[in-house]
């Protein structure tokens, strides 16, 4: 029986686990052809410094071009608006009758499967084919169980196992000026730069010309876990990377560099930077956005009333993937099970606690922070 597989994906960009996958997926299943199929984006969802159309085909041909009977589809970015994949799999099974088609898909896909439109209209034309990446919480075997459990149908899997990598953070390191070399194909690496696919703006730019390289890196590890909590908590994921990206914007700033920047009474000098940094966000670079002026404003002390931003800018922060401290693992795994109570034992252990026991004392903000959310402890 002939065979294809079916790859889709934003593909912005195409990275090297991406490939991966799809050249472990053809070595296993032989299939006569491979389809790369890149999403269309509908106008209303703004993603982050998104690619154009016309670059993520462009990128995809670079990227998987070479792979044995690879053909990369503009089918849905000519269909433009929202894609989905019942849609897709029905022209395809319409236009390769016989075939076998294989939709190739990560556990994360494969797990939220039940929430696609019309989910079972797809098994009518196709079989899932899993391609597990390492680092996830779930193995293969109780994924595809799950799956079985609620679909009646047992998926294929690879036995290849994936990389972790996303496209997020190649996107970001290329933003933020930072080597993303070997998470992508060099072709696409090169188209990237060649094209300006990527083309920083106001505020990367200031990012990238004030900060040492190190914060920039602890600047990407707080972007890449507010974008995490964001979604997790149904926030803005836009607003959570644009406050991420600016909440140290005055790290390396001297407030007496601002003649016009006053500074409430009473702050402890590493606190400082974090009203120096709303107030460059603002006058300097022009950001309007209370709600992301305030998270770069209170992301070190925490305040009473603090809203869902403003609280996933303070979280990701310290539990960035760059932190070391004791006990951040268990913080870490707290806040990717429940946000808020992330976030709570957050203020309590990283800034109460520390405060305490290095016995200083506890600025206001925070000690009234601390009121607010952890009134038990
Ligand atoms: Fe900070
Ligand atoms: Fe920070």
Redo the contacts with the bound molecule.
């Keep these: 029986m002939k065979s294809l597989i079916l790859f889709g994906g934003t593909f912005d960009p195409p990275h090297a686990e991406h490939v991966a996958m799809a050249k472990a997926a053809v070595e296993e299943k032989k299939p006569d052809k491979i389809i790369i199929m890149p999403t269309a984006t509908p106008p209303h969802k703004k993603t982050f410094h998104a690619a154009t159309a016309k670059d993520r085909l462009e990128m995809c041909r670079l990227a998987f071009g070479d792979i044995r009977g690879c053909e990369v589809s503009p089918l849905e970015i000519n269909a433009g608006g929202k894609s989905y994949s019942y849609i897709t799999v029905g022209k395809l099974a319409e236009k390769y009758v016989g075939y076998k088609i294989y939709f190739l898909m990560g556990t994360d896909m494969l797990s939220s499967f039940h929430k696609w439109k019309n989910p079972e209209e797809i098994l009518r034309f196709c079989v899932p084919l899993l391609c597990v990446r390492k680092g996830e919480g779930e193995t293969a075997e109780e994924t595809l169980n799950g799956f079985e459990e609620k679909f009646s149908v047992r998926p294929e899997a690879l036995s290849f196992q994936g990389g972790e990598a996303s496209s997020t953070e190649c996107k970001l390191r290329i933003l933020l000026g930072l080597d993303a070399d070997g998470l992508l194909p060099e072709s696409v690496a090169k188209y990237v730069v060649e094209n300006g696919v990527y083309p920083s703006d106001e505020y990367f730019s200031y990012i990238r010309t004030h900060l040492k390289e190190k914060r920039i890196v602890h600047t990407l590890g707080v972007m890449l876990a507010a974008k995490k909590y964001a979604k997790q908590a149904n926030a803005d994921e836009n607003a959570a990377l644009t406050a991420a990206l600016l ?2 914007a005055a ?1 390396y700033e001297d407030p007496a560099d601002y003649p016009d920047f006053k500074a409430p009474a009473g702050v402890p000098e ?1 606190v400082m ?2 009203y120096l ?1 709303a107030y460059i966000a603002e006058k300097v670079l022009g950001v309007k956005d209370e709600d992301i002026l305030n998270a770069i404003r209170y ?2 002390s925490g305040r009473k009333g603090m809203s869902l931003l403003e609280k996933i800018i303070l979280t990701a ?1 310290k539990l960035e993937r760059g932190r070391t401290f004791d006990g951040v693992e268990e913080l870490r795994k707290i806040a990717s099970e429940d946000f808020e109570k992330g976030f709570k034992e957050v203020l309590y252990r990283t800034s109460y606690k520390y405060i305490e026991k290095s016995g200083k004392s506890v600025y206001s903000l925070t000690k009234e922070a601390l009121e607010d959310y952890v009134k038990e402890k």
Excluded: A, E, Y
């Design positions: 909440h140290d790290k590493p930077h974090q940094g992301h070190t922060d």
